[in-house]
């Protein structure tokens, strides 16, 4: 079972994500996508990634389309 971020870093990384949207609001990727382009430089583990893309569909500030087996991520669209 994978290592839990500190709800710190969760944040933190919560925050980079959505800073990466608001500097590139049509980006859309996979979980393995995002955790290597979009955040290259912070070498953040694919289920870190996974959890906070987690946290931020449950807060509905980004929403997950496609198929099941491979979910892709974007900023939520208003309906």
């Not at 979980?31 to 290259?40: C, D, L, T």
């Not at 449950?58 to 997950?64: G, K, S, T, V």
Request: net charge negative; proline share 8%.
């Amino acid at each position: 079972m994978a290592e839990q971020p500190k709800a710190t870093e969760h944040d933190e990384l919560c925050e980079a994500l959505l800073g990466y949207l608001d500097d590139h609001p049509n980006a859309m990727d996979t979980i393995e996508g995002i955790a290597n382009w979009w955040m290259p430089r912070r070498n953040v583990p694919v289920e870190q990634v996974a959890a906070a893309l987690e946290t931020l569909e449950a807060r509905q500030l980004i929403e997950r389309i496609g198929s099941e087996e491979r979910p892709m991520f974007r900023v939520r669209r208003p309906r």
